[in-house]
């Protein structure tokens, strides 16, 4: 069974602090994982993706298979960043099924 | 292009009433998935349609059901509603049905079982 778990449900940070969402998977497969970002009132949007390996608005994420984690980490937060962050897991060849975690919400104040 | 439609936007059904959701995907794209949102159980995958076929299925019970027509657009349908249907139906379009791609979300319909 797959499963994403994301600790948090809310996360505070002053801005200009270092940002973790952390994320942890259980699968025994070949795992996709993925970063969702839902601003206020916007949709649910796709923001990075591991097989990219590319920085989105500052955001990275590595999967570590021997942790089975995908930490999302922005070195320096601004206050646009603050949003509902959702980490999800697809199964390689399996199409576009999605197992998401419950979401953190990532506050960042002035 | 234009995003992910998805009609209508919110609905008030009573308990034993079916319902039906319909969603218009990104044009040129194949895929579209359909996900329950509750504060409980947060998202949850219910099924994918691509080329007119179901081909991923979510845990739910055989009262949700979907289908996508020859233009992509797709529908699913709850028959004898429960309360604990009450959530955000989300759908999201892809070009394609592979892992890797990057799934377009629309902006949900709202349903409240009375």
């Known amino acids: 069974a797959q499963r994403v778990t994301q600790p948090e449900k809310l996360l505070s940070v002053f801005k200009g602090a270092p940002v973790e969402l952390k994320c942890n998977y259980s699968?025994?497969?070949?795992?996709?994982l993925f970063w969702y970002v839902q601003y206020s009132r916007q949709r649910l949007q796709l923001l990075l993706r591991?097989?990219s390996r590319e920085s989105i608005k500052g955001f990275t994420a590595d999967l570590n298979k021997g942790e089975t984690s995908f930490h999302l980490k922005k070195p320096f937060a601004q206050e646009e960043d603050s949003a509902m962050y959702y980490c999800?897991?697809?199964?390689?060849?399996?199409?576009?099924?999605?197992?998401f975690g419950t979401g953190t919400q990532l506050k960042v104040e002035l | 292009k234009a995003g992910v439609t998805q009609t209508p936007r919110y609905l008030i059904k009573t308990r034993g009433q079916q319902v039906t959701l319909s969603c218009s995907p990104i044009?040129?794209?194949?895929?579209v998935s359909w996900y329950q949102q509750t504060p409980g159980q947060g998202l949850q995958f219910l099924f994918e349609?691509?080329?007119?076929?179901?081909?991923n299925k979510g845990n739910f019970p055989g009262r949700f059901s979907g289908r996508q027509f020859s233009n992509s657009r797709s529908e699913m349908n709850v028959s004898t509603l429960e309360l604990g249907d009450s959530a955000l139906y989300l759908c999201?379009?892809?070009?394609?049905?592979?892992?890797?791609?990057?799934?377009?979300f629309g902006p949900g319909t709202r349903l409240t079982v009375l």
């Open positions: 999201a379009s892809s070009a394609d049905h592979s892992s890797t791609d990057t799934q377009y």
């Open positions: 699968y025994s497969g070949s795992p996709e």
């Open positions: 591991h097989i």
């Open positions: 999800a897991l697809g199964r390689r060849g399996g199409g576009n099924k999605l197992t």
């Open positions: 044009s040129g794209h194949r895929s």
């Open positions: 349609y691509f080329s007119e076929t179901q081909r």
